[in-house]
């Protein structure tokens, strides 16, 4: 079964980067791409973008231009979504999750708290 | 970017009631429209994607409907796991995007 495990969380510093992996088991790993959403306390979910696993090739959401960036690991099959210049408002759950039927996140990991405080 | 707007905020309602959810689109998505539901401390789950599918595993209470920039999902009979927050995504254009979620709550 697809199954998309994250990795712990995570206290950071405000000015810090954190770096949360996303390992998938259960298909093949570079026939679909992976997405990050995050989800501040109490708050809905925001897309933060995309990366194919079969080429690396990415699409980030305009706001997090220049402060994402997401990579793959094709030998574990593992995906890596980094996130720099951590601000308290990064405060959030950050989930990884798998399309189906195009753009639509059919598998999700456990997600990870990311926690920004000085 | 493409705002889906949700409503009500909230929903207050018995089991075996019937609840009807509202998302609306800022400009036309077709039907390229999915409606996830999420409870305290876990992630969103796939319900309903292209508006009217039923992902695998979903009973059959939940339907969607709508098409262009109004859509609805309905539950014919809350039972009581059915009380959690749902949210409305669409993917006909990037960036994907999410409405502010309904949260249906037992009354």
């Known amino acids: 079964q697809v199954q998309l495990v994250q990795s712990g969380a995570e206290v950071k510093k405000p000015g810090a980067s954190v770096k949360v992996s996303c390992k998938a088991s259960g298909y093949s790993f570079t026939s679909y791409g992976i997405s990050w959403v995050r989800q501040a306390p109490g708050q809905g979910l925001e897309w933060m973008g995309w990366i194919s696993a079969y080429n690396g090739n990415t699409d980030y959401a305009q706001k997090l231009q220049g402060r994402v960036t997401m990579t793959t690991d094709t030998s574990t099959g593992t995906v890596y979504m980094e996130l720099r210049s951590l601000r308290s408002d990064d405060t959030a759950v950050y989930y990884c999750?798998?399309?189906?039927?195009?753009?639509?996140?059919?598998?999700w990991g456990q997600g990870t708290l990311v926690t920004v405080s000085s | 970017e493409i705002v889906l707007t949700q409503s009500p905020a909230t929903l207050s309602l018995s089991p075996g009631e019937r609840a009807t959810l509202s998302c609306r689109a800022s400009q036309s998505v077709s039907s390229y429209l999915a409606w996830y539901q999420q409870k305290p401390g876990q992630a969103p789950r796939l319900l309903i994607y292209?508006?009217?599918s039923r992902a695998p595993g979903i009973p059959a209470r939940f339907s969607g409907s709508g098409s262009g920039t109004d859509f609805t999902l309905t539950i014919s009979s809350l039972e009581p796991e059915d009380f959690a927050v749902y949210y409305c995504q669409q993917r006909i254009n990037w960036p994907l995007t999410f409405g502010g979620g309904t949260k249906v709550e037992i009354k």
């Open positions: 292209d508006a009217s």
């Open positions: 999750a798998r399309g189906v039927s195009g753009w639509y996140l059919g598998y």
